[in-house]
């Protein structure tokens, strides 16, 4: 007798990815705006940089295949990739590093991050491939500026729409953006690098922490890389369908206050307010045990961290006898709470409850994130606000004067100019330090916790990152097993 043999097809690989995020961005420019979200959608998917954050944080070459630092230290020159074009066809040339910079270095330049081109005298294209950077005085670190999401490089015949059409020389190209729900891109077949290994990609915007545990459990999502409802993350990973990450991120926590404004231009009501948090208590009632205590705005895990916590140490009778000192009288503050609902919403419940336990009340403002951006980042109209700071190393924008929190202090600045031109390890970490301890002793902003980096995806997923070096979603080597 004859056995028919069937065969039994293997299911298909998967091409596309749903990604779950909290925020939605107020737009897609990562040249034009501060919100974390831009660059979770648009770094290294649609957007890129003369040089990248790698997943351990290593600055990695991008559009740039290299470069030439001359001896004086006051030239870069970078050699690009040859054959690059942008999603509308239009080839990539060393003019349009020439226009990205000059635009972002402008006068009237919306660039969130205006300072990480403050060294920077002229930029010029010896020839299409070659694009150079002339600087004021010697800075080592401007690979690791031009790393950054606002330094991505963006074509004159798109600039102006990036926010809603976002044109780039990504390995994926924009498709659509439906507000208030998701946003698809594309693989780009004409990528000038190693082509993506997904088609597709969509991100989906689910703030509500019910919702996202909901969406998971129904696979109506593949990843949260940045799970909102820590709460459930333990159930998630529980089920052999899904797998949390848990790991580091460059987002420092505070609750930032105004230092330009009354009472709060007072170091010893600052002081005040320090010690009335319980750190502790905060990670584990608003992130469920997800979180490292810091004392300065400077992450844990970098080799020049200095453990400041105990200069603002819980100590509520400490707190006290600091506002009896300074005199001020019963105090009623503002507190503004951006959209994410663990860090900023629950968490600023229960500093509000921390302070009221000190005597100072908070009046608490719940605010979308276009005005947040707005009132408190751009507008510097508030007196507390919670917010997680997660751009990589970014303790010098302290030094700027003009930044929302208001501090600019002179030996602040002084620190960050010696940085600046310093190029010995050994110097620049004391230096670091310094500069921690300079902010902390000010009690510039209450420091709270590291922003821990809880993904949960499907088992099957892969290439995802683990840390958070910088805030992206980078799915330039993301496939399914």
Do not use: C
């Not at 969406?215 to 109506?220: I, N, S, T, Y």
Request: charged residues 20%; without cysteine; hydrophobic residues 45%.
């Amino acid at each position: 007798m004859l056995a028919a043999l069937w065969a039994i097809p293997a299911l298909a690989q998967r091409t596309d990815i749903v990604v779950g995020l909290v925020l939605e961005p107020p737009h897609l420019d990562p040249t034009a705006g501060a919100a974390a979200a831009i660059d979770e959608v648009g770094y290294a998917n649609i957007f890129e940089g003369l040089t990248r954050f790698g997943p351990d944080g290593a600055i990695l070459p991008a559009l740039a295949r290299s470069w030439d630092i001359s001896e004086d230290g006051l030239t870069y020159t970078f050699h690009l990739h040859e054959g690059v074009s942008f999603h509308d066809g239009t080839p990539f040339t060393a003019n349009d590093v020439a226009f990205s910079f000059t635009r972002a270095m402008a006068e009237d330049s919306v660039n969130a991050q205006k300072g990480l081109f403050e060294p920077i005298a002229s930029v010029e294209a010896a020839d299409d491939l070659t694009a150079v950077v002339t600087l004021d005085y010697p800075y080592g670190n401007l690979p690791f500026n031009l790393a950054w999401g606002d330094a991505v490089i963006v074509s004159s015949q798109t600039a102006q729409t990036n926010t809603t059409s976002p044109v780039g020389t990504g390995p994926f190209r924009f498709v659509r953006w439906t507000q208030g729900d998701s946003i698809v891109i594309e693989r780009n077949p004409d990528y000038w690098g190693e082509p993506a290994r997904l088609e597709r990609a969509t991100f989906r915007f689910i703030d509500d922490p019910s919702a996202a545990f909901a969406a998971m459990m129904a696979e109506d999502v593949d990843t949260f890389p940045i799970y909102p409802a820590p709460e459930t993350l333990a159930i998630l990973d529980a089920d052999p369908r899904f797998v949390a990450v848990i790991g580091s991120t460059e987002g420092e926590t505070i609750l930032a206050m105004n230092n330009r404004r009354a009472p709060l231009d007072n170091i010893l009501v600052r002081q005040a307010i320090t010690h009335a948090i319980d750190r502790q208590a905060l990670i584990e009632g608003a992130m469920f045990g997800y979180g490292t205590p810091i004392g300065t705005h400077f992450a844990p895990h970098h080799p020049a961290y200095v453990d400041l916590t105990g200069l603002s140490a819980y100590d509520p009778d400490r707190s006290r006898a600091l506002l009896e000192e300074a005199g001020v009288g019963p105090i009623t503050l503002a507190l503004a709470l951006p959209p994410p609902p663990t860090y900023a919403r629950r968490g600023g419940e229960l500093i509000a409850a921390q302070l009221r336990a000190v005597g100072i009340d908070t009046r608490i403002v719940n605010m979308e994130w276009s005005q947040w951006l707005e009132q408190v980042f751009s507008g510097k109209d508030f007196d507390l606000t919670v917010i997680s700071h997660t751009e990589p190393m970014d303790i010098e924008i302290y030094g700027r004067e003009d930044y929302y929190f208001g501090y600019g202090a002179p030996q602040f600045q002084a620190i960050m100019e010696e940085l600046n031109l310093s190029v010995d390890p050994d110097r620049r970490t004391e230096l670091l330090q310094a500069a921690q301890r300079d902010i902390a002793e000010n009690y510039v902003n209450a420091y709270l916790f590291q922003l821990a980096k809880t993904a949960i995806q499907h088992v099957d997923i892969e290439g995802l990152w683990a840390n958070a070096p910088t805030q992206a979603t980078d799915l330039t080597a993301v496939y399914w097993r």
